[in-house]
């Protein structure tokens, strides 16, 4: 069991294996629970974001760019409030919802955050106060955030607020290739104050805070507003968990061994399906899936948030046996960045194409130690039969014309490899 996971790991009387609870969070902030939806994740209580294909540096340099969060968030009781408090902490990954809640003998307080699998645009923040005794005095919890909309890989500047939102847009400061445009990146957000109040007389109140992230004034709007008129009508929550629900129906993996490995497999398969884009919507362009998931990847750390190998040799089967329409996902990233690999094959002297070792936007090697890049040559051989899986699995034309077309390149720099390298030939065969 993963570190992170076993920081989360449920009551073992819990026979759920979706549920991953814990009274208090990991001391190392990097084994937090994170929420996605395959274009934008995030850390829990943390206030930087990551947007998918969105990174800024060049070649070595290439690191997923932080976007400022405003829903990193925790909350804190006042007063009489403080004594006896009982926290709880929650990943729920049949819904795809972190939860943190507060109880005291006088209010409960709860906090839902996650990223929208039907709007890939939006996250949102639920919280919610509840008496639990009858007195009529005002009840106060705080709001302790570092927040600030600033970024150290995006400038940004203001724009004017949009249906109560806040709204800042910029670019990322450096391009992955010298010359190419720069990705830009809206922001629109619901405030977040300093304090909720639960006034007197009040039994109960909740508040809803939205997040819209998207490459244009227009998409961020659309997905805010989007999101303002699901609050009106009860349906911001449910319209996330039918999706997930979705999701889980066709890719279940259930065990009736001991608990803890149930809930291993169930907290793998999440983090697996947060990597990826919805079922149904085919608009958004797919950045690939980096080990540390899209949640992490600032620069120095998680592989820096670059696609590496083990996205077409490990996370893409097991994605695809249940999902072929999510492990397509993966064979299109790699055709739309056979540029790139061409680019890299030529650099080291030989034809067709050379997949790197590590890969961002353009499909150029952004390894930040070049050996690995020069001398790690079995990620054609990891491509390709990712391609051949497919075919087998679906069985479609589409995709025997398709690993044609991609296969003779890879073959081709194999083919040149081996004349510069007679060992390889041994390899090959």
């Given at each position: 069991m993963s570190d992170q996971t076993r920081a989360m790991t449920s009551d073992p009387?819990?026979?759920?294996?979706?549920?991953?609870?814990?009274?208090?969070?990991?001391?190392?902030?990097?084994?937090?629970?994170?929420?996605?939806?395959?274009?934008?994740?995030?850390?829990?209580?943390?206030?930087?974001?990551?947007?998918?294909?969105?990174y800024s540096g060049t070649g070595g340099h290439c690191h997923r760019a932080d976007v400022p969060c405003p829903l990193g968030v925790q909350l804190q009781l006042g007063g009489a409030e403080r004594q006896e408090l009982k926290h709880c902490y929650t990943l729920d990954t049949r819904r795809g919802v972190f939860s943190a809640s507060v109880l005291s003998d006088t209010v409960?307080?709860?906090?839902?955050?996650?990223?929208?699998?039907?709007?890939?645009?939006?996250?949102?923040?639920?919280?919610?106060?509840?008496?639990?005794?009858?007195?009529?005095?005002?009840?106060?919890?705080?709001?302790l955030s570092s927040f600030k909309p600033q970024s150290d890989d995006i400038i940004f500047q203001p724009a004017p607020d949009y249906r109560g939102g806040r709204h800042i847009f910029g670019q990322t400061i450096t391009p992955e290739l010298c010359g190419d445009p720069r990705p830009s990146i809206h922001l629109l957000w619901t405030p977040v104050p300093p304090s909720l109040m639960l006034q007197a007389g009040q039994s109960k109140a909740c508040w809803v805070f939205l997040v819209a992230v998207a490459d244009s004034a227009e998409h961020a709007q659309n997905t805010y507003s989007l999101g303002l008129d699901l609050i009106d009508s009860g349906d911001l929550g449910p319209s996330h968990h039918r999706v997930w629900a979705e999701l889980w129906a066709g890719s279940a993996v259930e065990l009736s061994g001991p608990a803890p490995l149930r809930r291993a497999v169930i907290g793998c398969l999440y983090y697996l399906l947060s990597a990826f884009l919805p079922l149904h919507d085919t608009h958004f362009q797919f950045?690939?899936?980096?080990?540390?998931?899209?949640?992490?990847?600032?620069?120095?750390?998680?592989?820096w948030g670059h696609v590496f190998w083990d996205q077409d040799s490990w996370v893409y089967p097991a994605v695809c046996l249940f999902y072929p329409e999510l492990g397509r996902q993966v064979l299109q990233y790699r055709i739309r960045t056979l540029r790139g690999a061409k680019h890299n094959a030529q650099e080291q002297g030989y034809e067709g194409v050379k997949f790197p070792w590590e890969s961002a936007v353009s499909g150029r090697e952004v390894c930040t130690e070049p050996v690995y890049g020069l001398q790690e040559i079995h990620i054609n051989g990891d491509v390709s039969l990712a391609f051949r899986q497919y075919l087998h699995l679906t069985q479609l034309s589409l995709c025997l014309a398709l690993s044609l077309f991609f296969l003779s390149p890879s073959l081709s720099f194999q083919l040149s490899l081996s004349l510069s390298f007679p060992f390889s030939l041994s390899i090959l065969s």
């Open positions: 009387d819990d026979d759920d294996p979706y549920l991953f609870s814990s009274p208090v969070l990991p001391s190392d902030p990097r084994f937090l629970a994170t929420v996605a939806n395959g274009y934008v994740g995030t850390a829990v209580f943390s206030d930087i974001m990551h947007v998918g294909g969105v409960s307080v709860s906090q839902s955050i996650f990223a929208h699998r039907a709007l890939p645009h939006l996250l949102a923040m639920e919280i919610c106060m509840e008496r639990q005794l009858t007195s009529g005095e005002p009840i106060t919890v705080q709001l950045g690939g899936v980096s080990p540390g998931g899209l949640s992490n990847g600032r620069r120095g750390q998680d592989y």
